[in-house]
């Protein structure tokens, strides 16, 4: 499986952007796919999940609730993530991730290669 970031830019605060990660090859392996970022010098850090074993489930950073909106496709092969009143401070590389079968806990299985979200203040 690979992953395919993409949707980054320079916006000002206040505005949106709408991320995407498409994945390609065997996608029927997946069952969660993942939003992550790292700003600069910053450790990378959870934003949000969607998690479609057993019933579609999403889950949110506590900075991202209520901003940030994670969904798929109908075949779960692109993961989306439409981010709205974008503050100076969400700046960063937003990385995709996605895990494969089996469920278990642990890390993510496959990484996109991020695309670049500039927010000026």
């Known amino acids: 499986v690979q992953l395919q970031a993409s949707g980054g830019g320079s916006v000002q605060a206040g505005d949106s952007l709408r991320l995407s990660c498409k994945a390609s090859?065997?996608?029927?392996?997946?069952?969660?796919m993942a939003w992550f970022r790292q700003a600069p010098g910053k450790e990378r850090e959870f934003v949000a999940r969607?998690?479609?074993?057993?019933?579609?489930?999403?889950s949110y950073a506590p900075f991202a609730a209520g901003r940030f909106t994670i969904s798929t496709d109908d075949d779960k092969s692109t993961a989306y993530l439409q981010t709205d009143s974008l503050k100076y401070e969400d700046t960063a590389v937003y990385y995709c991730a996605a895990k494969k079968y089996p469920v278990r806990t642990g890390d993510y299985d496959y990484w996109g290669q991020g695309t670049l979200v500039t927010v000026s203040s």
């Open positions: 969607v998690n479609w074993n057993g019933g579609e489930m999403t």
């Open positions: 090859g065997r996608t029927s392996l997946l069952y969660v």
